[in-house]
């Protein structure tokens, strides 16, 4: 246990030595912040344009469904960005550079290795949409109303698991391959294979992409729940993990 410490604060070092902490905390927290300021704003702005005063009379007055949705929009997508991004060469990069090999002579467990990067992306997104998350409640408060707190926190925590599966893949991807772009483009050949899957309804409620959707009716539907997309998505997490372990103890590095 001791040794997973040891490389976790490793990892979350590196992180921040090589920005990677910081410029997510920073994008991230600028799409909460800026998210209902855009839904509160966008009339008036393009009202403001020369020749758009027509286009902004007809957008009604924007409400605090308009901010939730460009909160969650804005928060799902730049997170997923960031999910593949992040993890993309967090092994192929040490092996390929041959750091995995010294770290792993010290010696540490090729289980407390993998685990101490999955745990130190799930800090970093953690860290980050409670920033954003804070910024997003407090000036969604700020300029339509506050809404349940418990249920905020929710949203966050759906954004979060949603974001981790592709961090999980792309972990996952990392240590199957020794390209970082090989491992970025499965996990987004992933994702757009789940988008197209995701056309059938049916399907639809039990893959990743509905957990958004779920964060999104905690305010219009409090009552609708999917916890078919919550377990197969935890259940992806746990077996890109599980399968990664795998792999990457057979390996040779």
């Known amino acids: 246990m001791n040794l997973f410490w040891a490389a976790l604060s490793?990892?979350?070092?590196?992180?921040?030595?090589?920005?990677?902490?910081?410029?997510?905390?920073?994008?991230?927290?600028?799409f909460g912040l800026l998210s209902p300021l855009l839904a509160y704003f966008t009339p008036q702005i393009l009202g403001a344009i020369p020749g758009g005063e027509a286009l902004g009379e007809l957008i009604p007055p924007p409400t605090v469904v308009d901010a939730i949705g460009q909160y969650i929009k804005n928060l799902s997508q730049?997170?997923?960005?960031?999910?593949?991004?992040?993890?993309?060469?967090?092994?192929s990069g040490e092996k390929e550079r041959g750091t995995a090999a010294l770290v792993l002579s010290k010696p540490l467990p090729r289980g407390a290795f993998l685990m101490a990067k999955a745990a130190a992306f799930g800090l970093v997104f953690a860290l980050s949409l409670l920033i954003s998350g804070l910024a997003g409640y407090y000036?969604?408060?700020?300029?339509?109303?506050?809404?349940?707190f418990d249920r905020w926190v929710a949203m966050n925590g759906l954004l979060w698991l949603y974001t981790m599966v592709y961090a999980g893949l792309t972990l996952?991807?990392?240590?199957?391959?020794?390209?970082?772009a090989v491992a970025a483009g499965l996990s987004f050949a992933v994702l757009l294979g789940l988008s197209v899957i995701g056309i059938s309804k049916m399907v639809a409620v039990y893959l990743p992409a509905q957990l958004v959707t779920w964060s999104a009716t905690l305010f219009i539907q409090p009552e609708t729940a999917y916890w078919g997309s919550l377990a197969v998505s935890t259940g992806m997490l746990v077996a890109a993990l599980l399968a990664a372990w795998l792999i990457f103890r057979r390996q040779e590095l």
Do not use: C, H, N
């Open 139 to 148: 000036y969604t408060g700020l300029l339509f109303e506050f809404l349940p």
């Open 78 to 91: 730049f997170a997923i960005l960031f999910a593949i991004l992040l993890p993309m060469g967090s092994v």
């Open 10 to 30: 490793k990892e979350l070092r590196e992180q921040w030595r090589t920005y990677r902490l910081l410029v997510t905390v920073i994008v991230l927290s600028l």
């Open 172 to 180: 996952l991807f990392s240590t199957i391959s020794r390209s970082q």
